[in-house]
């Protein structure tokens, strides 16, 4: 695991959901999203973006709070289902970087999370996750770099 701090994460023109999904909408959902993207004339010109703000449970499914976000190469058009984030930007982030197989990621967040208490960090953002290589003959060749945003402040 390689931990860096004081990064920064920042992309332009991205088309966004938040929504409630179980594991299995995901690919879904971003199937969707890729259409739209198209229908509308514009090119991801970027790695998507995903944040987890919260997990529930309902009726023996695991509900996530799932956000997505995929920067275009511009503006484009929204509806009812998605909006446009004209900047994204996460400044004094730490970034974690996730080599190996995506099942073994909460191990790696379980590391950041315990590399923040020890260090007596406060954040200000859930983790933002970006895939940047996804193999899916052999998911131990994935990475994955994780920014959470941290309070500046010295308390």
């Not at 998605?82 to 970034?95: L, P």
């Not at 970006?130 to 994935?142: G, Q, R």
């Amino acid at each position: 695991m390689e931990l860096l701090e004081n990064q920064e994460i920042e992309e332009k023109n991205l088309l966004s959901i938040r929504k409630n999904v179980t594991q299995q909408e995901i690919e879904q959902v971003l199937t969707e999203m890729h259409s739209y993207i198209k229908e509308s004339g514009a090119e991801i010109v970027g790695k998507t973006i995903t944040a987890t703000h919260g997990i529930s449970s309902n009726k023996g499914y695991t509900i996530l709070d799932l956000e997505i976000l995929i920067p275009l190469d511009k503006e484009i058009l929204t509806g009812n289902i998605y909006s446009f984030k004209k900047n994204f930007k996460i400044t004094n982030a730490i970034k974690v970087t996730h080599k190996g197989n995506p099942a073994l990621l909460d191990e790696t967040c379980n590391e950041l999370n315990q590399y923040i208490a020890r260090n007596k960090l406060v954040p200000i953002t859930v983790g933002y996750n970006m895939t940047l290589t996804a193999d899916n003959k052999d998911k131990n060749n994935t990475e994955i770099e994780i920014y959470v945003g941290i309070s500046p402040n010295i308390l």
